[in-house]
């Protein structure tokens, strides 16, 4: 009986031991999001992902581009559960609200870019609001901005491209460029995501 009450103890502070590097992990990823942007690249990968798809189309583009790659995050962070989340952006979204968000670019930092991919997950048919908070907060005139963006049946991203024009004042935004992935499928798309990159011209 001893045995086993040990073994459960250390199994628990084994699981908060990670839970809590997981949670520091994290937060030096919100403190430290401009600390990656160092290589000699024109081109910058943003992107927001909640469950992960957009983590992977993003790294597949900044690796084919060369270019710099960064994370926007909500300073708040959505919650585990779907529902939760859902609730939370949706009511976002009506209420219009901008989150905090981890990435904060000067105009001296956006200077060596002249192409931004802008990645996203359809969020109730429009952009989610941290990449409002985002676009809003960064100098992007001049620049060439690309989205991609991933879905579950939104394929032509809805509203989402058309808030992206509206926001990036002053960039030229390539909708017609864009690519449309259904969640779904992103595990198989490397390939087609990397042919994207060529194809435009951006592979290194
Ligand atoms: C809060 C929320 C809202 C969503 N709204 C839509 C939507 O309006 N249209 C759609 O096609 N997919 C919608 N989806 C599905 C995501 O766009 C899709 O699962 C995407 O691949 C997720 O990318 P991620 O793994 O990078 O977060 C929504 C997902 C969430 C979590």
């Known amino acids: 009986m001893k045995k086993i009450r040990f073994t459960a103890i250390i199994i628990s502070i084994v699981m908060l031991t990670s839970l809590f590097a997981g949670c520091a992990e994290r937060n030096r990823a919100t403190q430290n999001a401009e600390e990656n942007l160092t290589k000699d690249t024109k081109v910058l990968v943003v992107y927001f992902s909640w469950s992960g798809h957009l983590d992977s189309m993003a790294h597949w583009i900044a690796d084919e581009t060369g270019g710099d790659i ?65 676009l809003e907060s960064v100098d992007l005139s001049g620049k060439t901005v690309i989205p991609f963006f991933s879905h579950e049946g939104s394929s032509d991203g809805a509203s989402s491209l058309s808030t992206i ?19 779904s499928k992103v595990a198989d798309s490397e390939k087609d995501v990397r042919d994207w990159v060529k194809g435009l011209g951006y592979s290194k």
Do not use: C, H
């Open 70 to 134: 960064i994370r926007v995050l909500a300073k708040d962070e959505y919650p585990e559960s779907y529902n939760d989340t859902a609730n939370r952006a949706k009511k976002e979204k009506d209420d219009g609200v901008r989150p905090a968000i981890n990435v904060s670019l000067t105009t001296e930092q956006m200077e060596k870019y002249d192409t931004v991919f802008i990645g996203f997950p359809v969020w109730w048919y429009d952009l989610p609001m941290t990449m409002w908070t985002f």
């Open 165 to 183: 024009k509206t926001l990036a004042k002053g960039a030229d935004v390539k909708t017609g460029d864009a690519i449309s992935i259904r969640g």
